[in-house]
């Protein structure tokens, strides 16, 4: 079992930044498939970003040119720096982990549900005031 751990969320207005960190008991997950999801009030959980062992990320459409993922080799850190921030990107926001080389393919609507993901944090609030 792999214990995975979120940090960094907290309230900040319309325009503004944050950066979210995860942290897995067994660093060696986080040099490989990696993802973030979020979920808001009355929503599905839903997928915002994928990176995979190469270093290769992709975005859900709603945070393209706003978030950034990116790990930290040295310090097993995943990252998420969520720039230009909306009101609707108020949501739980949740690391998780699988341990495959690639990521899952197809629309980020599917991420959510894939079978790579084994192991997810508990999430932790992200509220953007407008």
């Known amino acids: 079992q792999v214990q995975v751990v979120e940090s960094g969320g907290g309230s900040v207005q319309a325009g503004g930044s944050l950066r979210l960190s995860c942290a897995a008991s067994?660093?060696?997950?986080?040099?490989?498939?990696m993802g973030w999801f979020r979920r808001a009030p009355g929503k599905e959980r839903e997928g915002v970003a994928l990176?995979?062992?190469?270093?290769?990320?992709r975005y859900t459409d709603a945070v393209k040119g706003r978030f950034a993922i990116s790990r930290d080799g040295a310090k097993n850190t995943l990252y998420l720096q969520m720039d230009s921030l909306k009101a609707e990107d108020t949501a739980v926001y949740y690391c998780?982990?699988?341990?495959?080389?690639?990521?899952?393919?197809?629309?980020?609507?599917?991420?959510?549900?894939?079978?790579?993901?084994?192991?997810w944090g508990q999430g932790t609030q992200v509220t953007v005031s407008s």
């Open positions: 998780a982990a699988g341990g495959y080389i690639d990521c899952p393919e197809g629309a980020a609507g599917a991420w959510a549900t894939s079978a790579r993901f084994n192991y």
């Open positions: 990176i995979d062992f190469n270093g290769n990320d």
């Open positions: 067994n660093p060696a997950y986080i040099r490989y498939c």
